[in-house]
């Protein structure tokens, strides 16, 4: 006799229609009717060991900025989406012979299918063509991350982390909607752990190094400051580079306690220089964006002139030019509190983002940095030179001083001369360097 049958025989009708509805809401998600995450793991393991020989795919689905959708066009429509992309994800039953398929959380869903790369490839292709066209009103932007699954032991949640790390990888790449999952990105969530893990601890003990890099003045032909720029000297793993873990901490937020420590060193070497008599020009330092959201930035850094009994003109702030693109209102209240304060402010990586010119117009910033990586190079038939002639032109009208960076040959630096450029910095200058050697090059042309 069935179980179906001997239930019956001991409990009614009503009762077992009660106890399969609560196992399909145990099993289901509301919204799309799909399995739920605990689910759609338990018939993926299954899946997986029933078809021994066969390769599979395990899906990650999500879309960017998801949260916006809601927001700005309400949960109603973010649910009509998530349906949507149920339906779709249903579509799987079709390609293949056998699958799973899942709503895992909010927008993200997976598949597991047999990898048939073609059919793969073309159902993703469909689906992210049936998102990008779903409303023309606004823009939906996928990403799927692929991993394939070559050890099929490890448990599905590891599976599931796998492709998520791979859809991470497409997030704020345009037009890139696929990526797969490969071992070297567990390598980098790993190393990327042990840098959140080590950082408070590396604070406390100094290990942050700041180098100062020298500004040149090619009218003057001598050096004129220099831009603080932060190390990590790792008991274990050596010299980092900031690029290494700036990013981090600007997700983090570690990056405002990071910033305050270049700052607060950047002031003891002025002072310690100051001190020694070797009149040291204005050093620059760097305000992540992070920082641009801190009400009492002005107020900080202030303080801290204050607390080394320096002149404010001496320490000069360079903000990003990407921070004003987030916010223009907040980065122009800022700049302007900062320079009533006597600051000095420059506009970093001047050409790096889309809104340069506009950004001119708006922002009264006192210097601009260009940096030469910013152009483009190779067979741009002067394309490059002619970009970098028209910023410094209007640079000029606006009575804004341009310091452009990253030079690093002589052609560049007589390039620079002959559109006169007053400012540059860069390895074919200096590369930067210890406080004790920066001290070193104050020494020299105190006595030159
Ligand atoms: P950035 O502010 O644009 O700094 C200039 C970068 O260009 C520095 O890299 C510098 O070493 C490098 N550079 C200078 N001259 C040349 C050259 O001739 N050729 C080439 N290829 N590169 C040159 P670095 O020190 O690795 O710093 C990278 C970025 O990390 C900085 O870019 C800045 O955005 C960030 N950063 C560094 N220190 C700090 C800090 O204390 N706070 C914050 N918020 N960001 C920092
Ligand atoms: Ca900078
Ligand atoms: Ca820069």
Excluded at 47 to 56: K, S, Y
Excluded at 269 to 277: A, F
Excluded at 285 to 306: A, C, D, F, G, H
Excluded at 330 to 346: D, P, R
Aim: proline share 4%.
């Amino acid at each position: 006799m069935s179980i179906k049958l001997r239930l019956k025989n001991i409990i009614g009708r009503s009762e077992i229609n009660a106890l399969e509805r609560i196992k399909y809401v145990a099993d289901h998600d509301q919204l799309t009717g799909l399995y739920n995450r605990n689910k759609f793991f338990e018939c993926t393991r299954k899946l997986i060991d029933e078809h021994e020989d066969t390769l599979f795919a395990f899906i990650h689905c999500d879309i960017d900025r998801f949260r916006l959708v809601n927001s700005y066009f309400g949960e109603e429509e973010g649910d009509k989406l998530i349906k949507f992309m149920g339906r779709n994800v249903k579509q799987a039953e079709k390609r293949f012979p056998f699958c799973t398929y899942g709503r895992i959380e909010s927008d993200v869903f997976c598949v597991v299918v047999p990898y048939f790369e073609d059919v793969v490839e073309k159902a993703i292709k469909d689906f992210t063509e049936a998102l990008i066209n779903y409303n023309p009103s606004y823009y939906i932007e996928p990403s799927f991350g692929i991993y394939i699954i070559d050890t099929r032991n490890t448990s599905v949640e590891t599976m599931y982390s796998r492709s998520a790390m791979a859809a991470k990888k497409c997030k704020d790449k345009y037009m890139t909607y696929t990526a797969f999952y490969d071992n070297g990105m567990a390598e980098e969530l790993f190393n990327k752990q042990e840098l959140i893990n080590d950082m408070q601890e590396a604070l406390e003990n100094e290990q942050f190094v700041v180098y100062f890099q020298p500004k040149y003045s090619l009218k003057k032909k001598a050096f004129c400051g220099a831009e603080a720029l932060v190390r990590w000297n790792h008991p274990r793993k050596g010299f980092i580079s900031p690029g290494e873990f700036i990013p981090i901490f600007e997700q983090n937020g570690f990056i405002a306690q990071l910033d305050y420590y270049v700052w607060e060193h950047t002031c003891i070497l002025l002072r310690k220089c100051i001190d020694l008599g070797l009149n040291p020009d204005p050093v620059s330092v760097n305000i992540s964006r992070v920082n641009m959201y801190n009400t009492r930035l002005v107020e900080i850094i202030s303080l801290l002139t204050k607390k080394y009994n320096l002149p404010n003109s001496i320490l000069n702030l360079e903000l990003t030019e990407s921070a004003y693109m987030d916010n223009p209102d907040t980065m122009i209240k800022i700049v302007m509190a900062l320079q009533k304060k006597g600051f000095v402010v420059m506009m970093d990586d001047f050409g790096s983002g889309y809104s340069s010119l506009n950004t001119l117009k708006d922002i009264p910033v006192d210097y601009l940095k260009v940096d030469m990586k910013f152009l483009p190079t190779g067979k741009s038939n002067g394309r490059s030179e002619k970009i970098l002639v028209s910023v410094v032109k209007m640079a000029k009208l606006l009575d804004l001083p341009v310091i452009v960076e990253g030079v690093e040959t002589e052609e560049q630096k007589d390039f620079l001369e002959s559109i006169s450029c007053e400012y540059v910095q860069g390895y074919y200058f200096a590369r930067p360097m210890s406080p004790m050697d920066y001290e070193e090059i104050l020494r020299e042309s105190v006595m030159a």
